[in-house]
């Protein structure tokens, strides 16, 4: 049994305007020790889908269907309480802007200590020494005196730091980083994602990582869940990705990366913009922007199914699989040409 196992999630949101599905029939597994990458544009469902597993969705306006087996016990359908006994012990989360997440009037040290005592029964005494043990361990210089500093007294990279030493302090199965190096510069982003890729293997947790790099998903990441206007455009393994994408969508990602070449005044993108979630578009919801659009594409919604000789590379295309691996080819031979 898979550590985290989702199947046909859907989260909808009831709004002035009408119903947002913001999540529709997303499915996938995470085993202990791994790290799952979840990539797309803004808004396709990425963070919505982690959220809705942690139970962080607003109740009032928010519909969801569909499970969330965490060690074989349904998220979706656990209670508050036990929700809260999850959260911050079992799973946990670093979410996009630390500066947010941490709380402004209280020192680090104490806020890492309350989460401690949150899920053990502990001394503060031993509390605050779990807590300067995971500063450490993230890297925070000079420790002991950081520890009753405020988040305002930390950089972006610190601050980081602090919310994975935090997310850690009570060793969680499974780790969500959504987005964790956005607004950091290079050097920073480099050495979060190898500290987190050194804690996981310290610790054995599972990590979900949902960004809009591909570049930190080559580093990082077992397997990779390509998202697109809620759905699911593909899944596979992260080396076959790379080496053999499979979907339009795919592609675009991949042929928008900067790469070291020439002509650096041009970037290549995906042209048009994701659909609304309120009035998604029939068929494929890709349609609108795919340059090997059909007549099928704008009325069929392909289904997520795996390549004919590699099952367990899944992909929602309607286009032959000779043209796929074509294109494929192609894509990976300039990569190639241009990174030498």
């Known amino acids: 049994m898979a550590l985290l196992e989702v199947n046909d999630l859907k989260t909808s949101f ?17 085993e202990k020790g791994e790290t799952l990458g979840i990539v797309g544009e803004s808004g396709s469902g990425k963070s919505v889908t982690c959220l809705t597993i942690m139970g962080l969705n607003a109740k009032k306006n928010t519909i969801t ?33 630390p500066m947010t997440s941490l709380n402004p009037v209280h020192s680090i040290g104490t806020q890492l200590v309350e989460a401690v005592q949150l899920h053990r029964d502990v001394s503060k005494k031993a509390a605050r020494g779990r807590a300067l043990e995971l500063l450490k361990a993230v890297g925070i210089p000079r420790a002991e005196r950081r520890l009753d500093d405020y988040p ?62 591909l570049g930190v998903v080559a580093e990082t ?22 080496n053999r ?22 970037l290549v993108q995906i042209p048009g913009q994701p659909p609304s979630l309120l009035r998604p578009p029939s068929g494929c919801r890709f349609h609108p922007r795919c340059p090997y659009v059909m007549d099928k594409c704008r009325t069929e919604d392909p289904p997520l199914v795996g390549i004919s000789d590699d099952p367990e590379h899944l992909q929602a295309c309607h286009l032959d699989e000779a043209t796929k691996d074509r294109e494929a080819a192609k894509l990976l031979e300039t990569t190639m040409a241009h990174t030498g």
């Open 245 to 266: 994408p499979h979907h339009p969508y795919t592609w675009g990602l991949l042929g928008s990366l900067p790469r070291l070449d020439a002509d650096v005044d041009r």
């Open 65 to 97: 269907s569909g499970n969330a087996l965490f060690n074989g016990e349904d998220l979706l359908t656990a209670g508050a309480r036990r929700l809260r006994e999850i959260r911050g012990n079992d799973i946990a989360m670093i979410f996009q802007d």
């Open 152 to 213: 305002h007294q930390f950089s972006g990279g610190m601050r980081q730091r602090a919310m994975i030493a935090m997310a850690l302090v009570n060793d969680p199965d499974l780790l969500i980083a959504d987005e964790p190096t956005t607004a950091l510069d290079v050097t920073t982003q480099a050495q979060i994602m190898n500290l987190m890729k050194r804690l996981q293997e310290d610790f054995g947790s599972a990590i979900i990582v949902i960004t809009h790099d």
């Open 221 to 242: 990441a077992d397997d990779v869940l390509v998202m697109y206007a809620a759905q699911v455009a593909e899944h596979a393994p992260v080396h076959k990705l790379f």
């Open 14 to 30: 009831q709004t002035d305007d009408g119903i947002v599905r913001a999540v529709d029939g997303v499915s996938f597994s995470v």
